[in-house]
Structures are given as C-alpha cells and as structure tokens.
C-alpha cells in the first residue's frame, strides 16, 4: 500500500501568510494526488485534484504542485476562513490520506 | 445542488451489526462511483470502502474486508455500508462522497457524515 505523509503536522500562521504544506507518497503516484479543507465539525472539501488543478469554485489563493512523490499545496495569502485542516489523498491506487496539516492562528 | 445525506449511525455493542445509508440527489446517481470515507474522533480521514456506478467494481479497506458490505440501489439513489462484527476502533464518523468514477478521480462531493459509536 502506499502511505501518505504530511508536513508540519500543524503550523500557526497570521492572515496575509503565505503557507506551504508537503505532502510526499512512498512512491510514484504519478498525479493522481488530490487536496481538501476540513473544518471542525465539518466534512472535507476538495480544493485541488490532479496535484494542481483548482476545483470549482475555489479562491484563486490556492495552489498545488508536483508529481511523483513529492506535492505542495500553497496558499497564498491567508485568509480567516482558510484556518483549517488540510489533508493530501493519493488515488493512483487504493485511495489514502495523509495525517492533515492543522493551520491555526498565529 | 448536489447533496448526500448520511443516516442510520448510533451506539452500538461491540460485535453488534448497523447499517449506514446514504441519499443522494442533485446529480444522475447511476453515472457515479461513490465511496465510504471515515473519521475517528480527532483523528484522520480513513478510506473504507468503494463501489462502481453499476456495482460492478467493489473494494474495501483491509481494516474492514469480510465485516462490512458495500452496495447501492441505483433506483432508489441510494448508497450503503453494512458493517458487521463492529469493534471499539470502528467508532468514527462515517462520510458517504461521490468520485467521478474515472482513474484517479477525486471525491468531490461529500455528505455532513453520521457518527457510528461502538461500546459496552
């Protein structure tokens, strides 16, 4: 199986930032990795897929990049409603996530 | 719009059985892979499982194979997770999500989840 991880785990952060969250696979996943949101007591949801392709609907202020096994999702500037959880998924295979990377206030 | 509405969760012993629902309205629900996504308290989001448009592709997560059972009805939009011989570390919020069905796709809707509990 492929294993996903994520760093930091978490990082603190003030609005305006530029983030930037690693996400790596245990191997070759090509670009078949996707990026959601997950807010407290909220369901994931789905900011990049395919390692950079902007879903609907979704600022501008984000971003993806890479291929293979190494990706990076980058917001560009932080804004109050983007403090949340962000986790990396590979669907190159049996689909998998990575630990989340928490982003809260600085 | 798009919507997925999850039901049937609640508290269970272990070694109990429950079975998940998931409605869906908004899109054709037979062109649609949809999938099992769970999250236990305060931890990550796990695949658990996935089942093609006409049923024809199912595939669990190792965690679960041989205790819960995937299907669908096309005709009545609807989706669902049987789960069987359910232990301590099945407790977690159940998500039902829509991918596209394609290779790689991604989930792109999700539904607001329902909690499974499973204790003495």
């Known amino acids: 199986d492929i294993q996903m991880t994520q760093s930091p785990s978490s990082l603190s952060a003030s609005v305006g930032d530029r983030v930037t969250i690693t996400c790596r696979a245990s191997q070759s996943i090509s670009s078949y990795l996707n990026w959601y949101q997950q807010k407290p007591g909220k369901a994931p949801k789905l900011l990049i897929y395919a390692a950079s392709s902007l879903q609907s609907g979704v600022p501008s202020r984000f971003s993806g990049s890479g291929s293979g096994t190494d990706f990076t999702l980058t917001i560009s500037s932080l804004q109050p409603e983007d403090f949340a959880t962000y986790y990396c998924q590979q669907s190159y295979s049996t689909p998998a996530f990575g630990p989340g990377t928490k982003v809260d206030i600085k | 719009e798009v919507q997925l509405v999850e039901s049937g969760g609640g508290l269970v012993k272990p070694g109990g059985s429950l079975r998940l629902s998931c409605a869906a309205s908004?899109?054709?629900?037979?062109?649609?892979?949809m999938n099992w996504v769970r999250q236990a308290p305060g931890k990550g989001l796990e695949w658990v499982s996935s089942i093609s448009s006409s049923s024809s592709y199912i595939y669990y997560a190792d965690s679960v194979k041989g205790r819960f059972t995937i299907s669908r009805d096309n005709a009545k939009n609807s989706l669902y997770l049987q789960m069987n011989s359910l232990r301590a570390e099945d407790t977690a919020v159940y998500y039902c999500a829509r991918d596209l069905g394609y290779s790689g796709s991604p989930f792109d809707y999700w539904g607001q989840g329902t909690l499974v509990t499973v204790s003495s």
């Open positions: 908004g899109f054709t629900f037979s062109s649609y892979s």
